[in-house]
């Protein structure tokens, strides 16, 4: 089993910026591909962000494109969220996954294995 814990969210003014991190603990060993996920009140879960298990490649949602930065240290089993200028719109609970094989591009939240509680990202207007 892999366990995953966010952290680093919070409220936060428009134009401002968080760095969430998704640190793993457990069989790591055994997945790939680390994705951000955000679900908002009212609406279904979406993608963010994902990186595959050597850093090499990675994956944004068009609405998040040139504002977040997803990294990883597998030295310390930790995957990073950079989240830049960040508008209203991006209020939501960040969740981080993990899958156990390679996840590309076009993958969705069934595709992942391991999930953690979430994280809260409030940003105000």
């Known amino acids: 089993q892999v366990q995953l814990v966010e952290s680093g969210g919070g409220l936060v003014e428009a134009g401002g910026s968080l760095r969430l991190s998704c640190a793993a603990s457990?069989?790591?060993?055994?997945?790939?591909?680390v994705g951000w996920f955000r679900q908002a009140p009212g609406k279904e879960r979406e993608f963010v962000a994902a990186i595959s298990g050597g850093g090499t490649n990675t994956y944004y949602a068009d609405s998040v494109k040139g504002r977040f930065t997803i990294s990883r240290d597998n030295a310390k089993n930790t995957v990073y969220l950079q989240t830049n200028s960040l508008k209203p719109e991006d209020t939501a609970v960040y969740y981080c996954?993990?899958?156990?094989?390679?996840?590309?591009?076009?993958?969705?939240?069934?595709?992942?294995?391991?999930w953690g509680q979430g994280t809260q990202v409030t940003v105000s207007s």
């Open positions: 996954a993990a899958a156990r094989w390679y996840r590309g591009a076009n993958y969705g939240a069934s595709d992942y294995d391991y």
């Open positions: 457990g069989r790591t060993s055994s997945t790939d591909t």
